[in-house]
């Protein structure tokens, strides 16, 4: 099992800059797929980036991609996800999620509790 955590949200301007961590507990953590998604009010969860276990894939949904870069460092047992050119439509409760493969994220048990990220205009 693995447990998730997940801070760096927070409030900033149109066009600023966040960067989001996600730290994981256990010693498994660089067998896991990682992904980041988001919420919004009444809206449907989005996956917005996955990395593979070895870093060695990444994907990206189009909203994001060219803004947002996920990156790992097994290491430390931390997932990130730096976000530039941040746009008011990225206002959501953001989430990591951990998964056997990229393809299997969105149906794990592993979550974190999100993190809130707001965009002001």
């Known amino acids: 099992q693995v447990q998730l955590v997940e801070s760096g949200g927070g409030l900033v301007q149109a066009g600023g800059s966040l960067r989001l961590s996600c730290a994981a507990s256990g010693r498994t953590f660089s067998r896991y797929a990682m992904g980041w998604f988001r919420q919004a009010p009444e809206k449907e969860r989005e996956l917005l980036a996955a990395?593979?276990?070895?870093?060695?894939?990444?994907d990206y949904a189009d909203s994001v991609r060219g803004r947002f870069t996920i990156s790992r460092d097994n290491a430390k047992n931390t997932v990130y996800l730096q976000m530039n050119s941040l746009k008011v439509e990225d206002t959501a409760v953001y989430y990591c999620a951990a998964g056997r493969t990229i393809a299997t994220l969105a149906e794990t048990d592993y979550w974190g509790q999100g993190t809130q990220v707001t965009v002001s205009s």
């Open positions: 990395i593979s276990s070895s870093s060695g894939i990444t």
